[in-house]
């Protein structure tokens, strides 16, 4: 096994996470069976309790992992299926070391940093077994929080000379002279070389590519060759990004690191997807009505899955993003679709449950994902059925919660679980739009909620005109509703979004963009 060990310096949202994935979309091109791992310095277990402002988005795994949202750009990018071993956390890591000193496992040692600390990280990485281990360590060298983490890789490093390998990615500023300054690359590299680690590949983060004499001089001052100096420059498609790191040779110079054999990476299909991202034939105007759009990064496999469905449709995606609490109707009516996506708590969800009635009333596609159909079937309830309707998560006493939590599920919760998490397979109804979307009878895809469709309401609702296309294997637990007759009114009660990728776009992104396209050209 050879592993490539990723860090970040000067400054943090770099891109360190699309940089990571373009490294492994490179090596999985070269046929290297590659695992990617992200370690994060928070003492969370993980990111699963974090307010989607304080940290972006939270990314679900197909095993109910709650992980940080660069394992979204891990599996978007190398078109693969991770598992929790693939996020480490300081949280994480303490927490089993404690579990083991409570449990005796030391055997009345004193627990110290080194070596149970550091060895218990070693454990976590030597659990992925493959060609190459990609690991990104978060944040910036110099921070409290991943000392240990750059220690345990050190030492890692030492038992398994010319299997590792690091790269350094690192900001270069454009200061107003137009000179590209090397000094903050240098005073980084210098930090990690403090910390026993000599990087071997230094990656430039900058708003251009870098000029040859800012290679030749980060090479000079860092101690690495020249043609080990790459550029990563400002893009408009972080797509673009293996594909100009591969035109700097960074594969084959991996290969010679590693003692690898090279096998030029194969991206003729990659190109191709990327043309038609950057060159549509057509636009659609899309709208997002949620509660954390202030931060887009609260949505960012949403984003990603619409840029692929896009692709897929030769049509640029535009995303106008509306916070629920604000909407307005007459904000919507320039659109050609309309989404709800997920949420927790009762802020906001007035404003979806208006936007989706707009969206039904005037025959403007529309996709609620999660939260998003739990306010497709409220507001369904309330202006076709007539219902006083709520959920229980905002109103207990309700008098028709078409949402709740079901009785064989509240057993659970009081045993400790919170939520549904994880992959979870659907069987689809043939003969509706889901059917026809992903054809197939049965599906498999990811959830992150506590709420489901009330099943007392089930009957009534498909009477007076929805139909549950999707639903569990035991049909107890509604997946999936439509609205018959409408040009697309689809919700869902999981994130399509978590498996949407480049290569194979989420089959509900498909069918919304595509509508929103038909509505906009017959108009």
């Known amino acids: 096994m050879k592993y490539i060990v990723v860090t970040g310096g000067v400054l943090s949202g770099l891109g360190k996470g699309v940089v990571v994935a373009s490294i492994g979309r490179i090596l999985k091109a070269m046929n290297f069976n590659t695992i990617p791992i992200k370690i994060d310095g928070y003492v969370n277990v993980d990111p699963g309790t974090m307010n989607p402002y304080e940290h972006g988005e939270v990314y679900v795994l ?41 449990r005796g496992d030391y ?27 990609l690991i990104e360590v978060g944040g910036t060298v110099g921070d409290i929080e991943t000392m240990v983490f750059l ?10 000379y010319n299997e590792f390998l690091f790269i350094h990615l690192s900001y270069v500023p454009i200061v107003t002279t137009g000179e590209q300054k090397t000094k903050p690359t240098q005073h980084s590299a210098k930090e990690l070389l403090g910390l026993g680690i000599r ?26 060759d020249d043609k080990c100096v790459m550029g990563s ?37 990659w190109k191709n997807f990327v043309e038609k991202i950057e060159s549509p034939a057509h636009d659609i105007d899309i709208g997002i009505v949620g509660k954390y759009t202030g931060l887009e990064d609260a949505y960012l496999s949403i984003k990603e899955s619409f840029k692929h469905a896009g692709a897929a449709n030769n049509c640029r995606v535009n995303l106008h993003w509306f916070e629920s609490e604000e909407i307005k109707s007459g904000d919507l009516k320039v659109l050609d679709g309309i989404l709800v996506p997920g949420g927790f708590g009762m802020r906001g969800v007035e404003g979806k449950i208006n936007a989706v009635k707009f969206a039904r009333e ?30 229980t998560e905002i109103n207990k006493n309700v008098e028709h919660p078409v949402i709740d939590i079901l009785p064989e599920q509240r057993k659970i919760y009081k045993k400790g679980g919170t939520m549904r998490l994880g992959a979870y397979p659907c069987v689809l109804e043939r003969n509706t739009t889901a059917h026809k979307l992903y054809k197939k009878d049965e599906i498999s895809e990811r959830h992150r909620h506590r709420y489901e469709v009330n099943p007392d309401y089930i009957k009534f609702l498909e009477e007076n005109g929805l139909k549950f296309s999707g639903k569990s294997p035991d049909g107890n637990l509604m997946e999936m509703v ?31 963009v595509r509508a929103a396209l038909k509505r906009k050209i017959n108009e």
């Open 151 to 160: 220690e345990s890789l050190r030492q890692m490093s030492i038992k398994k």
């Open 362 to 391: 005037n025959n403007i596609p529309f996709l609620g994902i999660c939260l998003g159909m739990h306010v497709a079937i409220i507001e369904f309830a309330r202006h076709v059925c007539g219902l006083e309707a709520n959920t």
């Open 62 to 102: 197909r095993d109910g992992s709650e992980t940080d949202l660069d394992l979204g750009h891990y599996e978007r990018f190398m078109n693969i299926d991770l598992d929790g071993n693939s996020n480490i956390t300081t949280g994480k890591i303490y927490k089993s070391v404690i579990d083991k000193e409570r």
């Open 199 to 224: 990087p071997e590949i230094i990656i430039g983060r900058c708003e251009q590519d870098l000029e040859e004499s800012t290679r030749k001089k980060i090479a000079m001052f860092c101690g690495v």
């Open 233 to 269: 420059p400002d893009v408009d498609d972080i797509y673009k990004i293996p594909l100009i790191l591969e035109k700097q040779k960074l594969g084959s110079i991996i290969c010679d690191k590693l003692k690898l054999k090279y096998l030029a990476p194969e991206f003729n299909k």
């Open 482 to 512: 439509e609205l018959p007759g409408h040009l697309y009114f689809t919700a869902c009660q999981f994130h399509p979004e978590y498996q949407s990728r480049l290569e194979n776009p989420a089959p509900l992104f498909l069918g919304l």
């Open 107 to 133: 055997l009345g040692k004193t627990v110290q940093i080194i070596p149970h600390i550091t060895d218990e990280i070693e454990g976590e990485i030597e659990k992925l077994k493959s060609d190459i281990v």
